[in-house]
């Protein structure tokens, strides 16, 4: 019985250091580079929306956080869709995992600001002008469709001329392309 303890010992201590110390680089190496999936403007940018998003200031975002966010943008939720949204997160939702979730879920590259700017020109009728009818359409046509009242929500925090229907695309395009900050510029 002797001998035969000491050969599993002996088996014991050659095999098994190795594999622990390959799981442990692997952990620290995973964790260490969620930030080098994103760009520091880009993490900025999340941190500034984590920060929106983090009613109570608590550093977590949690169901109640996600229904006021969402009723802000005018899209209501069920308990269901928040208790969904919090359960998709592996731990409690803090800037590092939500992070963690955008990358895991981004598919290809984050669209830079010139490609946002291009996009909106596509919907131009003149320089810097939309129309907000044909603009109504295709979003609500293609792509992940918005609802009615989705587009009217898009309208009311637009430049839109109420008797035109014209909204400004610099108006649009603000919504969505971060403001130059010369300090996250300088030290990206």
């Known amino acids: 019985m ?12 050659t ?26 403007t880009q993490v900025a940018e999340f941190k500034e929306g984590f920060s929106v998003m983090d009613k109570d200031k608590d550093g977590l975002i949690g169901k109640e956080d996600l229904r006021a966010t969402f009723a802000e943008m005018g899209r209501p939720g069920t308990d269901e869709d928040f208790d969904s949204m919090v359960a ?17 879920r981004s598919s290809g590259e984050q669209d830079d600001d010139e490609t946002v700017v291009n996009a909106f020109k596509s919907f131009e009728t003149e320089a810097g002008k939309i129309d907000s009818e044909q603009f109504k359409s295709m979003l ?9 009242q989705e587009v009217e929500n898009v309208f009311e925090i637009s430049e839109m001329d109420p008797d035109t229907g014209i909204i400004s695309a610099d108006s649009l395009v603000g919504l969505l392309v971060a403001k130059k900050d010369s300090s996250t510029e300088e030290t990206a």
Not at 18 to 39: E, H, L, M, V
């Open 2 to 13: 002797k001998p035969y303890s000491l050969v599993t010992h002996s088996i014991t201590t």
């Open 88 to 104: 998709d997160a592996p731990n409690p939702i803090n800037f590092t995992t939500l992070l963690s979730m955008f990358a895991s």
């Open 15 to 40: 095999t098994m250091p190795k594999p622990k110390q390959q799981k442990k680089k692997s952990a620290k190496k995973a964790g260490s580079n969620i930030f080098d999936n994103f760009t520091q």
């Open 140 to 148: 609500m046509s293609f792509g992940d469709k918005f609802s009615s």
